[in-house]
């Protein structure tokens, strides 16, 4: 693989609120580089600001641009408050952002935005966190449909996008279930990008080249995209990537097993129009990475192999008629797959076995029709109705012990509807509401009691059937245009979370989690009420966005651990030992014994905070240089005072910036404080100080025609001073698995049209 180079943006952030009142419209703006350019959230609500109809005159033998997006006059630096107009918190990265930070994963490009931390299991698997949720609770989809994965099954299960595959990165900090379903209901991640073409490009084609080198793992990836046009309509797309990376290094050597070998690319093609498009794409990814921790120090060597394919469809068609402003669909079918392998006895020999195999055959839809704005005795009304269909079969298979999900269906069927009202020229409300039935079909244990004759021996009840829920949820929000280009959200929310499958019946080892999980069929729906107030600034010298929240659920669904340890397979008779404090064996590679878990229901409460903020504070060179600063923090309580486990510590951090046309750099500090406040069976984690720094250089120059090619070249320095960072999220913190150590990374790319 050539040693492509990825591109980025400008690293630019700003801080000090106090200058408020010296940065607003009665106070002289630093005269620096452009204006920074909105971005058009599309995750976060149905009802999509109007486009102007494009002429219909085209020059001859022109394709149709359909709304093709503005060219941006200014690279958006990373951790830039955006402009949005979102009622509720967003977090967006852009495509530059992503290229220039290492990893193979999404959330490494996020794990350091307020609000949102990273499971960080193993380089190859690593799941968001926000606001102190994930898995069944954080959805993550491509072109707003579901991943389709069984990565909220287990925390060493990856994510089957790869970060090349992003153009921007959309998340929605907060529930989001009203457009999205159950598993919205702590965020969603929205990975937007262009293998379904929406537009077609200027001048009939475009395409990119990127990829970087990283130091901390011997690291290289490179991508590419295409798409091309013709003057018919007709505009296809291509894209492919390939990463590799070694064992990286940490402050105490080498963490072993922590590889990554993946690779993929898509193909699309749509009809574009004037006044809309419709396409389809094939995309494909495979992995293989390795699993870090206890078992890969004593020679097991776990691996997991993956691989998806996934069948894409998408189209609008902007109406502006017969009440209609445009109907939007989208469609996904996928068949995901993947193999847990490792050597079974190192002392023995070095062959590979498969312990486990995943597997996940996944259809989703959604269609939404957004009504032409009416105008009302209150104000313009704008809204938009739609309907959400899905069915999934999964399984979780094991060759050495009991299985931990047999196959299980799941289908739901949903209905949502979404209103805003301008009330006046500086306040908009928003209304939603949604009803869905989901029905959950499997086979699992309604009872895993002691034996009368051996405490020490449990015994399993079987339970076989459907389980049917009706979760609805309704949203309030305002927005309230205030002095000062600044504007504040409010919002209420009352949502409803389905129980997933493997909640309802898992029945088996975890490897991943060293547990023998016991899944509960008469699990309840999850009900949480939210409120959260923002403010937020975007234009101007002085940029920000906070927000404040608090969350009660009742019946939150989690795992219990007790006092039991219990082997993986069943004995002769179908019980299973389990003793306390440990002493069954033989249950897998590593763990000698599995943690006995249950899943059950307790009331819980979620608040926290979250803060980023920019300021320009004075022209130099070229451009201007300013400071940025940031701070989060998440509490998570059961109704009786204790702690929630697995919950982020506070974090502050800031730097110091510059950035003009062509130039950028930033060097900047994170500081994550001890975490002490523990659930059961935890145990503390020290903090930790992240500095980081980064120069960039981009180039724009017309060599005439259509193709104007930018090209971009950085590095990026991270954990600069090789601090030992360990994750309390990760369910690796016990085997002190450490994060990478001190890494640079050279990026860049080359950019067309």
Same mark, same amino acid.
């Given at each position: 693989m050539?040693?492509?180079?990825?591109?980025?943006?400008?690293?630019?952030?700003?801080?000090a609120?106090?200058?408020?009142?010296?940065?607003?419209?009665?106070a002289?703006?630093?005269?620096?580089?452009?204006?920074?350019?909105?971005?058009?959230?599309t995750?976060?609500?149905?009802?999509?600001?109007?486009?102007?109809?494009?002429?219909?005159?085209?020059?001859?033998?022109?394709?149709?641009?359909?709304?093709?997006?503005?060219?941006?006059?200014?690279?958006?630096p990373?951790?830039t408050?955006?402009?949005?107009?979102?009622?509720?918190?967003?977090?967006?990265?852009?495509?530059g952002?992503?290229?220039?930070?290492?990893?193979?994963? !999404?959330?490494?490009?996020?794990?350091?935005?307020?609000?949102?931390?990273?499971?960080?299991?193993?380089?190859?698997?690593?799941?968001?966190?926000i606001?102190?949720?994930?898995s069944?609770?954080?959805?993550?989809?491509?072109?707003?449909?579901?991943?389709?994965?069984?990565?909220?099954?287990?925390?060493?299960?990856?994510?089957?996008i790869?970060?090349?595959?992003a153009?921007?990165?959309?998340?929605?900090?907060?529930?989001?279930?009203?457009?999205?379903?159950?598993?919205?209901?702590g965020?969603?991640?929205?990975?937007?990008?262009?293998?379904?073409?929406?537009?077609a490009?200027?001048?009939?084609?475009?395409?990119?080249?990127?990829?970087?080198?990283?130091?901390v793992?011997?690291?290289?990836?490179?991508?590419?995209?295409?798409?091309?046009?013709?003057?018919?309509?007709?505009?296809?797309?291509?894209?492919?990537?390939?990463?590799?990376?070694?064992?990286?290094?940490?402050?105490?050597?080498?963490?072993?097993?922590?590889?990554?070998?993946?690779?993929g690319g898509?193909?699309?093609?749509?009809?574009v129009?004037?006044?809309?498009f419709?396409?389809?794409?094939?995309?494909?990814?495979?992995?293989?990475?390795g699993?870090?921790?206890d078992e890969?120090?004593?020679?097991?060597?776990?691996r997991?192999?993956?691989?998806?394919?996934?069948?894409?469809?998408?189209?609008?068609?902007?109406v502006?008629?017969?009440?209609l402003?445009?109907?939007?669909?989208?469609?996904?079918?996928?068949d995901?797959a993947?193999?847990?392998?490792?050597?079974?006895?190192?002392?023995v020999?070095?062959?590979?076995?498969?312990?486990s195999?995943?597997?996940?055959k996944?259809?989703?839809?959604r269609?939404?029709?957004?009504?032409?704005?009416?105008?009302?005795?209150?104000?313009?009304?704008?809204?938009?109705?739609?309907?959400?269909?899905?069915?999934?079969?999964t399984?979780g298979?094991?060759?050495e012990?009991?299985s931990?999900?047999?196959?299980?269906?799941?289908?739901?069927?949903?209905?949502?509807?979404f209103?805003?009202?301008g009330?006046?020229?500086?306040?908009?409300?928003?209304?939603?509401a949604?009803?869905?039935?989901?029905?959950?079909?499997?086979?699992?244990?309604?009872?895993?009691?002691?034996?009368?004759?051996?405490?020490?021996?449990f015994?399993?009840?079987?339970?076989?059937?459907?389980?049917?829920?009706?979760p609805?949820?309704?949203?309030?929000?305002?927005?309230?245009?205030?002095?000062?280009?600044?504007?504040?959200?409010?919002?209420?929310?009352?949502?409803?979370?389905?129980p997933?499958?493997?909640?309802?019946?898992?029945?088996?080892?975890h490897?991943?989690?060293?547990?023998f999980?016991?899944?509960?069929?008469?699990?309840?729906?999850?009900?949480?009420?939210?409120?959260?107030?923002?403010?937020k600034r975007?234009?101007?010298?002085?940029?920000?966005?906070a927000?404040?929240?608090?969350t009660?659920?009742?019946?939150?669904?989690?795992?219990q651990?007790?006092?039991?340890e219990?082997?993986?397979?069943?004995?002769?008779?179908?019980?299973?030992?389990?003793?306390v404090?440990?002493?069954?064996?033989?249950?897998?590679h590593?763990?000698?014994?599995?943690?006995?878990?249950?899943f059950?229901?307790?009331?819980?409460?979620?608040?926290g905070?979250?803060?980023?903020?920019?300021?320009?504070?004075?022209?130099?060179?070229?451009?201007?240089?300013?400071?940025?600063?940031?701070y989060?923090?998440?509490?998570?309580e059961?109704?009786?005072?204790?702690?929630?486990p697995?919950?982020p510590?506070?974090?502050?951090g800031?730097?110091?910036?510059?950035?003009?046309?062509?130039?950028?750099?930033?060097?900047?500090?994170?500081?994550?404080?001890?975490?002490?406040?523990?659930?059961?069976?935890?145990?503390?984690?020290?903090?930790?100080t992240?500095?980081?720094?980064?120069?960039?250089?981009?180039?724009?120059r017309?060599?005439?025609?259509?193709l104007?090619?930018v090209?971009?070249?950085?590095l990026?320095?991270?954990? !600069?001073?090789?601090?030992?960072v !360990?994750?309390?999220?990760?369910?690796?913190?016990?085997?002190?698995?450490?994060?990478?150590g001190?890494?640079?990374?050279?990026?860049?790319?080359?950019?067309?049209?």
């Amino acid at each position: 693989m050539g040693r492509l180079i990825g591109r980025t943006y400008l690293a630019v952030g700003p801080a000090a609120m106090a200058l408020l009142t010296a940065t607003g419209s009665g106070a002289q703006e630093t005269p620096a580089v452009q204006e920074l350019p909105p971005v058009e959230v599309t995750t976060s609500s149905p009802v999509v600001k109007s486009k102007p109809h494009p002429k219909k005159a085209q020059p001859a033998g022109a394709a149709p641009q359909s709304a093709a997006p503005a060219a941006e006059q200014v690279a958006v630096p990373p951790g830039t408050v955006l402009d949005d107009h979102a009622f509720v918190a967003v977090t967006t990265v852009t495509e530059g952002e992503i290229a220039a930070t290492n990893g193979p994963t !999404l959330t490494d490009s996020l794990d350091n935005k307020p609000g949102i931390t990273s499971t960080s299991f193993a380089p190859g698997a690593n799941r968001p966190i926000i606001r102190g949720l994930d898995s069944y609770r954080v959805r993550t989809q491509e072109n707003g449909i579901g991943t389709h994965d069984v990565a909220a099954i287990s925390e060493d299960h990856a994510v089957p996008i790869d970060p090349n595959a992003a153009d921007r990165v959309e998340v929605v900090r907060g529930p989001a279930t009203l457009r999205y379903g159950s598993q919205a209901i702590g965020g969603v991640v929205a990975v937007e990008n262009e293998r379904i073409p929406t537009f077609a490009p200027k001048g009939g084609v475009s395409g990119a080249v990127r990829g970087g080198l990283t130091s901390v793992d011997e690291g290289e990836d490179g991508a590419f995209n295409v798409t091309a046009g013709t003057p018919n309509g007709i505009v296809v797309h291509a894209d492919g990537f390939a990463r590799t990376a070694e064992d990286y290094e940490t402050p105490r050597g080498t963490e072993l097993n922590s590889f990554v070998d993946s690779k993929g690319g898509a193909l699309g093609v749509s009809r574009v129009w004037n006044d809309g498009f419709i396409g389809i794409a094939f995309a494909h990814i495979e992995s293989l990475y390795g699993i870090p921790g206890d078992e890969a120090r004593e020679g097991h060597a776990p691996r997991i192999d993956m691989e998806q394919q996934k069948v894409l469809a998408r189209g609008e068609w902007r109406v502006r008629d017969f009440g209609l402003e445009a109907v939007r669909f989208w469609f996904g079918a996928s068949d995901y797959a993947h193999d847990e392998l490792a050597i079974h006895d190192p002392t023995v020999d070095t062959d590979f076995e498969v312990g486990s195999r995943f597997t996940n055959k996944e259809q989703e839809a959604r269609v939404e029709l957004q009504h032409l704005p009416v105008g009302t005795a209150l104000g313009e009304l704008s809204g938009a109705i739609g309907a959400q269909w899905g069915s999934r079969d999964t399984r979780g298979q094991s060759f050495e012990g009991e299985s931990l999900l047999e196959p299980v269906s799941t289908d739901s069927i949903a209905a949502f509807w979404f209103e805003e009202l301008g009330l006046t020229q500086s306040i908009k409300l928003q209304a939603a509401a949604r009803i869905e039935h989901t029905s959950v079909d499997g086979r699992g244990w309604d009872a895993f009691t002691e034996d009368p004759g051996d405490p020490d021996h449990f015994l399993p009840s079987t339970f076989a059937g459907e389980r049917s829920f009706t979760p609805t949820s309704a949203s309030l929000g305002l927005l309230h245009a205030l002095p000062f280009q600044t504007v504040a959200r409010l919002t209420g929310q009352y949502v409803e979370r389905a129980p997933d499958a493997a909640e309802l019946f898992s029945k088996g080892m975890h490897e991943a989690t060293g547990t023998f999980e016991v899944g509960n069929p008469f699990l309840d729906v999850e009900r949480a009420s939210t409120i959260e107030a923002g403010l937020k600034r975007s234009t101007g010298a002085l940029r920000f966005d906070a927000s404040a929240y608090y969350t009660r659920y009742d019946g939150f669904i989690y795992r219990q651990l007790t006092d039991r340890e219990c082997d993986g397979a069943a004995e002769a008779g179908g019980e299973f030992h389990c003793e306390v404090g440990g002493g069954a064996g033989g249950g897998g590679h590593a763990h000698e014994a599995f943690d006995l878990v249950f899943f059950q229901q307790r009331d819980a409460r979620f608040y926290g905070a979250e803060v980023a903020a920019q300021y320009d504070v004075a022209p130099i060179w070229n451009g201007v240089w300013g400071i940025d600063g940031q701070y989060d923090f998440v509490n998570a309580e059961f109704e009786n005072g204790e702690n929630v486990p697995r919950i982020p510590p506070h974090r502050l951090g800031g730097g110091l910036y510059y950035r003009d046309a062509n130039w950028s750099a930033r060097v900047g500090v994170l500081h994550a404080f001890d975490q002490d406040r523990i659930g059961l069976e935890e145990i503390p984690t020290p903090g930790y100080t992240l500095v980081s720094a980064e120069i960039a250089y981009t180039s724009a120059r017309n060599v005439g025609g259509t193709l104007v090619p930018v090209y971009t070249i950085g590095l990026k320095g991270e954990n !600069l001073a090789d601090d030992e960072v !360990l994750n309390h999220a990760s369910f690796k913190r016990r085997e002190d698995v450490l994060a990478p150590g001190a890494s640079v990374r050279l990026f860049g790319s080359v950019k067309l049209n």
